[in-house]
């Protein structure tokens, strides 16, 4: 079987890994859109328009199946992309694996806290889905994070600045104990060294499913 997974940039490569682990004996086509990215803080119609290219792309390789590791063409253009790649092929959303990871990691009146790109977060489809399955009551809080994809995408992982930029981002949130956080892709390596005792990060990748 050939999978195919895109991505917006090179964050993507964080889910080709796991998948490569977990699936050894199949073949992987990678897509990137380095030349688009970053998709957060374009319009839903641009991101759309966007995904259905790469999902056309895509479907010209002659994949059997394709993982979107993208959150934010997640988010936005899922049944676009679905669509694209038409009714023989299934397409596996990584919101669906954030999804499931909170769902079987949640300890009842924890609040939920979701990093995304400004795109992400405004499509409110992370909080959506949560409250589907946990029921509306659930504490779930959505951040922007605009800054982190064009670092990740320099290779920044591990760099003070980076580290100083999401410690901001979370210092509104450092009176916490417990921390439910489907995030941009490469969150392990991003908030291993940001988050307080206590909290917990939860790596939605292995949650990812084919």
């Keep these: 079987m050939k999978i195919g997974v895109f991505d917006s940039g090179i964050g993507g490569m964080t889910v080709l890994k796991e998948l490569k682990l977990r699936f050894p004996k199949e073949d992987f086509f990678y897509f990137g859109d380095n030349a688009n990215l970053p998709y957060g803080t374009k319009s839903p119609d641009q991101i759309k328009h966007l995904a259905v290219s790469a999902a056309n792309y895509i479907s010209s390789q002659k994949v059997d199946a394709l993982v979107v590791a993208c959150n934010t063409a997640s988010c936005i253009a899922i049944d676009e992309i679905r669509k694209a790649m038409g009714k023989k092929t299934p397409v596996f959303s990584v919101v669906d694996a954030g999804v499931e990871s909170v769902i079987q990691n949640f300890i009842s ?102």
Aim: with cysteine; charged share 20%.
């Design 109 to 210: 009146s924890a609040p939920i806290l979701i990093l995304g790109t400004r795109a992400t977060v405004r499509s409110h489809m992370y909080a959506k889905l949560i409250q589907e399955k946990l029921g509306a009551g659930t504490q779930v809080i959505e951040q922007e994070c605009p800054l982190l994809v064009p670092m990740i995408e320099e290779a920044w992982i591990g760099h003070s600045i980076l580290e100083q930029t999401v410690f901001e981002y979370l210092k509104s949130y450092q009176k916490w104990h417990y921390w439910r956080a489907p995030t941009i892709l490469g969150s392990s390596l991003l908030l291993k060294n940001t988050c307080q005792d206590g909290w917990f990060l939860i790596q939605p990748l292995r949650w990812v499913r084919l």
